[in-house]
DNA sequence: GTCTATATTTCGATAGAC
DNA sequence: GTCTATCGAAATATAGAC
C-alpha cells in the first residue's frame, strides 16, 4: 500500500505540482480516505521525502565512483564516461527527474528539514560540489552544468513536442550530442 | 506601486515559489496590507500572468523572426544565430527565466486561463511548435531542445555552483558550448 | 488499516470606511 | 489607494470508532 500511495502521488505531483496536489486527491485516486494516508505517512511532506531519496539512490553509485577519484582533473576526464552510463538511468526514471525539475521549490523547503541533511549525502550536493570545484576550469565546469541540462530538457519535451521521437533514437541523439556538449572540438567558430 | 508589487512578487516567487508565496507576505515585504494589493490586480493569478507576458514580449521579437521564414530547414539553419544573440537576453532576465523553469505548474494551470490564450501567440507555444516540426530531422530537433535546457541550468546554476564565474565569462562559455552543441562535427565518437 | 468526523490553520477574496 | 474586518473555502492533520 505504501507503494501505491508513492506510486499515485508521483503521478499526480508531476500532473499539477506538489502544491497544488491535496491528500484529498490521492486518496480518491486510490479509493481510500484522506485519513488512511496517515496511517503510512506521518506528514504530506514525508511522502516527497521519500520520493527524494529513491532518486538519491539512482545517482550513489555513479557519483560514489567519481568521488572516489583522487584528482579534480581525473573527475572531470571521468564525467563523460560516467555520464553516458547515467543517461540510460536517468531516461528510464524520467518520472522521478521530472518531479524534482518540476517541484524544486517543495524540495527546497524540505531541504530545512532534519533527516534530509542528517542521514546520507544529498546527490545534488555532490554534483553541485563538482561543479563548484575551481580546480575545473570554467569552461569544462560550465559544459558540465550544460551537459545536466541538455538530458534534463531533452527528458521533459519527450512528454511533449519530441513525443513522436522512440525513446531509444531519443537517447542516442541526446548521447552524442552531449558527447559533442562536452569535448571542446576547436572548431573555428567566427565563421566566414 | 503596481511595478513594486511585481518587482516583490517576482522576486518571492523565486525564493518560495508560486504556491507558497502568500499575499500576505507580499503585503508585508512591502510594508502594506493584503487587500491593498487587490487594488491593483484582481487575483494573484494575475500577478502571475502579467509576468508571464514580460517574458513573452522577451521573446517575441526573436522568434518573429524566426517564424518569417519560408522553409523549416531555413528555420533549423537560422536558429544557431538567433540563439546567440538570444543568450545575451536570457541572461539579462535571468529572474523572469527563473520563475518560468521553477513554476512550471503554477504557469501552467493558468495556460487553460482566458486571456491566455486569447490575445497573444506564446512564445513556449512557438518554440514547442519549432521542436515537434518533422520536416527536421530528429537529430536536430532533439539538439535544439538540449541547447535550451543547458542555457537554463547554467542561468539557474549561476546563482549556486557556478556563482564565482563572472557572467560575462559565462555567457562567452556558454554561447561557444551551445554551439558545440548545434553544429553536428562527425567525430568519431565510436573511441579507440 | 481504514473509516467518520472534526479540529486548526491559512489562504484568497470581498465589503465598506477613510 | 490603503485601511480594518471578515467571509468562505480548502488544506493539513488529529481523535477515536470499527
Redesign the pocket.
Known sequence: ??ERILDVSLELFNEQGY???????I?ERL????????????????ILLELHLRMHALGADALRELNELDTAQARADAWPRVLDAFIDQLFANADLLLLHARNQNAFRAIGDDERHHAANEDIQEQAARLLANREIPAAQRVRLACSLGAILAAIGLHGGPLADIPQAELIEHVRVAIRDLLTPDGKDHTAA
Chains 1, 2 share one sequence.
Open positions: 500500500m505504501r502544491d497544488k496536489t491535496s491528500l484529498r486527491e486518496a479509493g481510500v480516505t484522506k485519513a488512511a494516508l496517515y496511517y503510512h505517512f506521518e506528514r504530506k511532506e514525508d
